[in-house]
């Protein structure tokens, strides 16, 4: 019996035909924009019924694509003109602040890094002059570390030397103040 053949007899006016309906989407299309409008290329969030979002990559090189059709149409090219030109400017915004932001972290390791340089002097590491070793680790900037580096050497120095041995160590520098100061003085006393 398996082997038999049944014949069917169809009635074609018995037959009704189901029309194919469009299949209901479970998301929404939002804030589409354009990743390469020439190439008729863009993208576009999918928020579903449940919360979830997701990025879609959308493109329609042959005109087929029904997602890209249905965006058009819900939204205009306008719309995604728009929302390319907002999404680009935020961008670049964030590119700016990512960049000002490095810049301020590149400045302040530069910074760090002058101090550890100026600790590493040992006439600095083991000086005794606690108001200037404190300013240097205040500082705001490189070159008030050096300012402040060189003037808690130059302390150093000075109290290791009398005015003699300056004198014949350095007779040019003790020149030169003596010159400047005078200019200053004769300055100061002709105002």
Known sequence: MANEKVVLEIDPSNITTVQDEPKKRNFVYRDPYWSNKDAKHMIVTLE???GRKSTASIQDKDGTNPDYQAILEEFGEEVLD???EEGVRRRDEQV???KETEAVR???EQLF???LQAFEIDKVKHSSNVELKRLIRKAKTPLEVTSY???LLLDDFMNEKTVTDLWDETPNLV?????VAEVVFDERDKS
Request: aromatic content about 4%; overall charge positive; proline content about 0%.
């Open 96 to 98: 700016k602040k990512r």
């Open 113 to 115: 890094g002058a101090k």
């Open 175 to 179: 020149q030169k103040l003596k010159e």
């Open 48 to 50: 579903y019924e449940d």
């Open 82 to 84: 728009t929302n390319t």
């Open 106 to 108: 590149a400045k302040q």
């Open 149 to 151: 580096t060189t003037i």
